[in-house]
C-alpha cells in the first residue's frame, strides 16, 4: 500500500511517468521472443513457424 501511494505521489510530481500494465506485459514480451529467437537454430524456428501456419490455416470445423 505504500509503495503505491510513493508511485502515485512520484506520477504527480512528475518524478515518474505513468505506465499502464499492458504497455509493462508488451515490453517484456518484446524483450522475451528477441532472447528466444536468438536461442533457436533455424531449423526450430523453420518447424514453429510451419506449425503456426497449419493452425492458422487450417479449415475451421
Do not use: Y
Not at 10 to 21: L, P, W
Not at 28 to 40: P, V
Amino acid at each position: 500500500m505504500i509503495g503505491a501511494a510513493i508511485r502515485v505521489a512520484q506520477i504527480a510530481t512528475g518524478e515518474a511517468e505513468e505506465t499502464t500494465v499492458n504497455e509493462a506485459r508488451q515490453r517484456g514480451g518484446l524483450a522475451g521472443g528477441a532472447a528466444r529467437a536468438k536461442k533457436l537454430d533455424s531449423d526450430q524456428r523453420v518447424a514453429i513457424a510451419k506449425r503456426a501456419a497449419e493452425a492458422r490455416w487450417k479449415p475451421k470445423a
